[in-house]
């Protein structure tokens, strides 16, 4: 079976300027990501693996060169049609969780709902569905500050999957946790790329959670070094 | 959830910061509906008892001097005068000096004809012309006492004595007088003026001020001017003024009220402003991460520049919508104890629609500025993801 490309980057070249100073993340990066993969990035600090992440969500853009994702070019797109894009394709988990605090599990799993044109009761379907698929129903009406990290976490991951996007994009997402946690959370991406078919790219420090992806890859000052696979 | 839910979620976040700004902006309009209320109210009393074609004459140096009742007959026979009547300040109070009453000797035929907008039963307005001692009562003082038509009423004055050597004049309710407009104050009373004249120790055969009829207000001022020179050259000399201009410059011997509301709630809402507006911009750089997470899942910048405008709208409404309800109410109230004193007080419209414009104009100024740094928000940068 040829598996389908998801994610295209050709020759994407990204530069910050800080001062009199330039800093190059990339040089001319191009790679390819199939759909359905399950794909660790690893690389010491300041290696650019965010900025790769925040350039495949289109929360960044590069210098030049282009970024394809799911056959749409997002690189020049304008930044309401982005913003619409990440609605309807991205799913983010973040180290922190980044919940809202005012907010209870299931009102922060429904805040990307309410860019949809669905109705209060299909969006409460959407929500309870998120949970229970991530193990957290029980504390749908639980504030984020009442609830522990994996648990926060589990809030995070279904408010990812709740408006059913093809990528999800994790950063450090168990950099906040301890070991058996950790798995926890790493066995539901696992889950959620195996059973639900769900495009994910996991940027992490860890060795032991990169081991739960299905392919590593090594960035190092801008390029992919090495490959480690499963 | 819902986007109006989000919005109130945001705004009621921190309880008693957002308890501390309603609050303010609470006392900023309960100030300017007090005030405001007031002052429109008395406009508009001038404005509504004004009769457009009615000018009043004055003693030149001070209206509670006395006119000669000579010149009642002088005006009226001057060209453009379709007719004139006069009347006298009474002073008068109710069983107490504190209960002060607006009561009026006029004379009552004219006095009738001139102020046609006077709505009076047949038999009361009969009564009124043939008995001395008629009183007829504004719809407003007879609810605030409870007088009824032939009820006797005892008034003291505190300037008339009568011949007895009391300041307790006797009257007997002949009717209770209404008028065409709801809004025209009916709080004072009327009796014939000859029961003053003949009755009172002093002053005899003077009037207090005369009310001049003209022919069109077209000619007010040639009247106006033509009356004064007459008695330009004469012991006493008089001010003659449109009613309107009479009633604004009785109002303004006060203080300049317009100037006095504009200043008090000029500088209520200024502060508020500054308290509003950082209070806003305090609670969307504490909640820039937030922001920039919520633009992460697709709120777009509209969005985001929207949610914050609301925000703001929906803290100034908290606090300005009771507020002016408020207002409204202690206008009741103080109209009701003050009547005979001030006249009818109330929100109009023309104040509402003022004050939700200032409400929708301090919710975009506050909010303006927040919303544009919120929809700016650098994802990027506010995630410190780079």
Do not use: C
Not at chain 1, 201 to 214: L, N, Q, W, Y
Not at chain 2, 23 to 52: K, M, N
Not at chain 2, 216 to 234: M, R
Request: aromatic content about 8%.
């Amino acid at each position: 079976m040829t598996e389908k490309t998801l994610i295209e980057l050709d020759h994407v070249t990204k530069r910050y300027t800080r001062g009199r100073d330039t800093i190059e993340i990339f040089d001319e990066l191009t790679m390819g990501i199939e759909e359905g993969a399950f794909l660790a990035i690893m690389g010491p600090s300041g290696s650019g693996k965010t900025t790769l992440l925040n350039i495949l969500g289109g929360i960044d853009s590069p210098t030049s060169g282009s970024v394809t994702v799911g056959g749409q070019r997002i690189d020049n797109m304008s930044e309401g049609a982005l913003s619409k894009w990440r609605a309807a394709n991205v799913g983010f988990i973040f180290q922190f969780y980044n919940l809202m605090p005012m907010l209870t599990a299931a009102q922060n799993v429904e805040l990307p709902l309410l860019l949809t044109d669905l109705g209060r009761s299909r969006r409460a379907e959407h929500v309870k569905t998120a949970l229970n698929v991530v193990g957290i129903a029980d504390r749908a009406k639980h504030k984020p500050s009442e609830l522990s990290g994996g648990q926060q976490q589990r809030v995070a991951i279904a408010r990812a999957i709740v408006s059913d996007p093809k990528l999800m994009l994790a950063d450090e997402p168990t950099g906040d946790l301890d070991r058996t946690t950790a798995v926890e959370i790493l066995e539901m991406l696992q889950l959620l790329n195996k059973e639900f078919g769900k495009t994910i790219i996991m940027v992490t420090h860890d060795p032991e959670a990169a081991r739960f992806a299905s392919r590593t890859l090594h960035l190092d000052k801008g390029h992919f070094v090495q490959e480690a696979a499963e | 959830m819902n986007n109006l839910k989000l919005i109130w979620k945001n705004a009621a976040r921190k309880k008693l910061r957002l308890f501390l700004t309603v609050f303010s902006i609470f006392t900023a309009f309960l100030i300017y509906g007090v005030l405001g209320g007031f002052q429109s109210s008395l406009d508009e009393g001038i404005d509504i008892a004004s009769g457009a074609n009615r000018l009043v004459t004055v003693h030149k140096v001070s209206f509670i001097q006395p006119l000669p009742y000579s010149y009642v007959n002088k005006v009226r026979s001057m060209d453009g005068v379709a007719d004139v009547t006069y009347a006298v300040w009474f002073g008068g109070y109710y069983q107490n000096p504190q209960q002060i009453l607006a009561v009026f000797a006029v004379d009552p035929e004219s006095y009738l004809r001139l102020y046609s907008e006077l709505v009076i039963p047949e038999d009361a307005r009969k009564t009124f012309f043939s008995d001395r001692r008629a009183l007829l009562v504004g719809k407003k003082m007879a609810d605030r006492f409870g007088w009824e038509k032939g009820q006797q009423v005892p008034i003291q004055s505190n300037i008339w004595t009568n011949q007895e050597g009391s300041q307790t004049w006797e009257f007997t309710v002949a009717g209770i007088f209404e008028a065409n407009d709801p809004k025209i104050d009916t709080s004072y009373l009327l009796f014939p003026y000859e029961y003053l004249n003949e009755g009172r120790q002093f002053g005899q055969d003077s009037v207090g001020w005369l009310v001049v009829g003209t022919e069109s207000p077209d000619i007010n001022t040639q009247v106006a001017d033509a009356i004064d020179l007459e008695f330009a050259n004469a012991s006493t000399q008089t001010k003659t003024d449109t009613e309107k201009a009479f009633n604004q410059a009785f109002i303004e011997q006060f203080g300049d009220i317009g100037l006095i509301v504009a200043s008090v709630t000029g500088a209520a809402f200024f502060t508020i402003l500054l308290i509003a507006g950082n209070t806003m911009m305090l609670a969307i750089r504490e909640r820039t991460s937030e922001i920039a997470v919520l633009k992460t899942l697709g709120f777009g910048n509209g969005k985001i520049f929207t949610q914050v405008i609301l925000e703001s709208v929906l803290v100034t409404l908290l606090g300005a919508v009771p507020a002016m309800a408020l207002a409204g109410l202690f206008l009741k109230g103080a109209s009701a104890a003050m009547a005979g004193i001030l006249p009818a007080m109330f929100i109009n419209t023309g104040m509402l629609v003022k004050s939700a414009g200032i409400m929708l104009l301090l919710a975009l100024v506050t909010g303006i500025i927040p919303a544009w740094k919120a929809m700016n928000i650098n994802v990027v940068t506010a995630l410190g993801r780079r």
